[in-house]
């Protein structure tokens, strides 16, 4: 199985300040073929379902505020949020779908300093 | 509004058996492959199964093979899982989860997911 790390587990950042979470795979994601890295970010807000942030490792659901952006190729990648909002609390999780079975990293919670 | 609905969770005692269903709406449903994403309290994020969008293929973690068979009914647009011999470490919010991407095959990124079905396994 692919092992997603994630660091740090949580990082509290003040407000307006930017957060910054790494994840690494145990091998890379990215599929030669299409130069395409098969990786996954999610928020989660307490008490919520995750909800999709990036895929392709920077590609931007719609609706996620341009504050947000990750990237990084094979089994190095970042989630940068540049400018951090009180409704950006969450725990934020990456996931590899190059193989199966998919995986997820640990988690990272994000709190207010 | 697409919108995915769980329903069946509930106490159960080791080594029985439960079945959860998510009713799918909003979309066209037998054109998204689906899973099941588990997670236990406090935990983090745990792949259970997909199924294509037909049907036809499915896939499942090792901790689950052999004990759960996901299912659907896209005539109803509802998607299953049956879960048998449950342990103690099954004991989690099960999340339904739509393929993102319009294709029937399973392709693994998931938006958006149901609000989840709380599945606690006690005696």
């Known amino acids: 199985d692919i092992v997603m790390t994630q660091s740090p587990d949580s990082l509290a950042v003040s407000l307006g300040e930017r957060a910054t979470i790494n994840c690494k795979s145990s091998?890379?994601?990215?599929?030669?073929?299409?130069?395409?890295?098969?990786l996954a970010w999610y928020q989660q807000k307490p008490g919520q379902p995750p909800k999709l942030l990036f895929y392709?490792?920077?590609a931007r659901e719609s609706a996620v505020p341009d504050r947000f952006s990750a990237g990084g190729s094979g089994t190095d990648f970042t989630l940068i949020i540049s400018s951090l909002q009180t409704e950006d609390v969450a725990t934020y999780y990456c996931?590899?779908?190059?193989?199966?079975?998919?995986?997820f990293g640990q988690g990272t919670k994000l709190e207010i300093k | 509004e697409v919108q995915l609905v769980e329903a069946g969770g509930g106490l159960v005692q080791p080594g029985g058996s439960l079945r959860l269903s998510c009713t799918a709406s909003?979309?066209?449903?037998?054109?998204?492959?689906m899973a099941w994403v588990r997670q236990a309290p406090g935990k983090g994020l745990e792949w259970v199964s997909a199924?294509?969008?037909?049907?036809?293929?499915?896939f499942y973690a090792d901790s689950v093979r052999g004990r759960f068979t996901i299912s659907r009914d896209n005539s109803r647009n509802t998607l299953y899982l049956q879960m048998n011999s449950l342990r103690a470490e099954d004991t989690a919010v099960y999340y339904c989860?739509?393929?993102?991407?319009?294709?029937?095959?399973?392709?693994?990124?998931?938006?958006?997911w149901g609000r989840g079905t709380l599945v606690t396994v006690s005696s």
């Open positions: 199924i294509s969008g037909g049907g036809a293929t499915t």
């Open positions: 989860a739509r393929d993102f991407v319009v294709v029937t095959t399973v392709q693994g990124w998931f938006d958006p």
């Open positions: 996931q590899q779908y190059y193989d199966l079975p998919y995986t």
């Open positions: 091998q890379s994601v990215l599929y030669s073929s299409n130069n395409a890295n098969y």
């Open positions: 392709w490792a920077s």
């Open positions: 909003g979309f066209t449903f037998s054109s998204h492959a």
